[in-house]
């Protein structure tokens, strides 16, 4: 139980906690029912042996139909609470958009990279079975994929031309550093491994860890596709967009050196769906 205050002259406002209305509901309802049906057998039960049957029932009774009450009493709690937090998450997401858009502003990347490599891939993840929470980490991953960028002087991340090797050498500190900034917000830790590890390459000879094959998580795998993909299309500061046949080219001729084999085809076997969820956002 909590007070509130309440505007001038209106006193004081009571709000009670979902477990308390809970229990003082189940309280009530129970002792009600104990009362009236107590009195209802004295009144209408005389015989001893007869009352006691009838009391085992009614205890039988009251057990199921407080048992039946205490369900749909926490399942509506239940309820409630995953759509306060469904609204949270949402809210969350909401924060974290605004942040990218901002971001893909700064570093001069097409309007719509961010929400399209987050559609993309998504899209390539529920077709490769990707699920429940492991897709939401896909999404919240792809959409931050590149935060780590954040930390880094303007003048490397939009710099036209290619970057010397001390420039290179900074460049390639961002996935750690996303990394590590995504570790320590509790709903984002799973979302890390596409920031972590989406420049790492199926050969093993990507960074920042050099992993190789399937030790690079799913998820950087999925969107490592889709990130080629995306940055070959549009036309960044440092090149123009590339024509569609040489980016599919591209792609096949990475898979297996630097992306995944079975996801590329995948990719392929999909590509008109995966195109139009990228271009075309579902209202």
Do not use: C
């Not at 590890?197 to 093993?204: A, K, Q």
Request: proline fraction near 5%; charged fraction near 20%; glycine fraction near 8%.
């Amino acid at each position: 139980m909590r007070f509130h205050q309440a505007p001038p002259g209106e006193g004081r406002l009571v709000v009670f906690s979902p477990q308390f209305r809970t229990a003082a509901t189940y309280v009530l309802v129970s002792g009600v029912y104990i009362w009236f049906s107590g009195h209802l057998l004295g009144s209408l039960v005389r015989d001893p042996h007869q009352l006691v049957v009838y009391q085992i029932i009614k205890g039988w009774m009251f057990v199921l139909g407080t048992g039946l009450l205490l369900y749909w009493m926490i399942g509506r709690t239940v309820h409630r609470m995953a759509e306060a937090n469904r609204r949270l998450l949402d809210g969350h997401e909401q924060a974290l958009r605004v942040l990218v858009g901002a971001m893909d502003v700064r570093h001069k990347e097409t309007s719509d990279h961010s929400e399209r490599v987050v559609r993309m891939a998504t899209g390539l993840a529920r077709i490769a079975g990707v699920e429940s929470d492991a897709l939401r980490d896909v999404k919240f991953g792809a959409l931050l994929h590149d935060i780590g960028k954040l930390a880094l002087p303007d003048h490397i991340l939009i710099k036209p031309g290619k970057l010397d090797d001390d420039e290179t050498r900074l460049m390639r500190t961002h996935p750690r550093i996303g990394y590590d900034m995504l570790q320590q917000i509790e709903f984002l830790r799973g979302a890390s491994d596409i920031p972590f590890s989406h420049h790492e390459r199926w050969d093993g000879t990507g960074y920042p860890q050099g992993l190789a094959g399937e030790a690079i998580p799913l998820a950087a795998r999925i969107f490592s596709v889709v990130d080629v993909w995306d940055a070959l299309s549009f036309p960044r500061v440092y090149k123009p967009a590339w024509p569609e046949e040489e980016v599919l080219a591209y792609l096949r001729n990475a898979a297996g050196s630097q992306l995944d084999p079975t996801l590329v085809r995948t990719f392929m076997d999909h590509y008109a769906e995966l195109k139009a969820l990228a271009l075309h956002p579902v209202s």
